[in-house]
């Protein structure tokens, strides 16, 4: 049995992290940077992703979803693992801004009916901006939202559980900085 969490965790430490000083697009400083679209730009590194990523989705959910541009390979990723088996697990991106033209919507994809339940995907979470953002897009939708799975959780001084907990979500997280930036 491969063991595909070491695999992506290697991965991750040589492609994803850096360390020295960053400006984060919170505007903070930071001694650690995590991108993780070397990664997830592959076609091994997005074949882990989505598999461990597809373990955190709720069972009943219908479409996982994301905020553009992070989330774009990982909602993908997790649709088609999910169509090579058969299982019925849609793709939905999520907008930052909406669309200024035809339908000018927030979401795009296979709409689900509303009051579906939706799992949204982040590749890296440090306040749980972007991913509440998505969030609230996708509730203001009719859509049904309780959890966030990110590849990784920045553990800024537990700002983005915080968050989360405010906003009625449950994250998980396949990984923390301190694994990857040992």
């Known amino acids: 049995m491969p063991n595909y969490r070491e695999e992506l965790l290697s991965l991750l430490k040589e492609k994803a992290y850096r360390h020295g000083e960053y400006t984060l697009s919170s505007g903070r400083k930071s001694e650690h940077y995590v991108n993780c679209k070397p990664v997830t730009l592959t076609g091994r590194g997005l074949t882990l992703s989505s598999i461990m990523l597809l373990e955190h989705v709720e ?3 219908v479409a996982v979803a994301g905020l553009t541009l992070g989330a774009d390979p990982l909602v993908s990723g997790v649709a088609v693992i999910c169509g090579l088996d058969k299982i019925k697990l849609d793709a939905l991106i999520v907008r930052k801004e909406a669309k200024g033209h035809g339908t000018k ?4 994809g ?3 009916e509303e009051g579906s339940l939706v799992t949204v995907l982040e590749d890296v979470i440090t306040t749980g ?8 897009r996708l509730r203001d939708a009719g859509y049904v939202v309780n959890r966030v799975v990110s590849i990784v959780d920045r553990q800024e001084n537990g700002e983005a559980d915080t968050a ?7 994250l998980k997280s396949l990984y923390k900085l301190d694994e990857i930036s040992l």
């Open 59 to 61: 069972q009943e959910s």
């Open 105 to 108: 919507s927030y979401i795009e």
């Open 110 to 112: 296979d709409l689900p």
């Open 129 to 136: 901006g972007s991913a509440i953002q998505a969030v609230k």
């Open 164 to 170: 989360m907990k405010l906003a009625g979500l449950e």
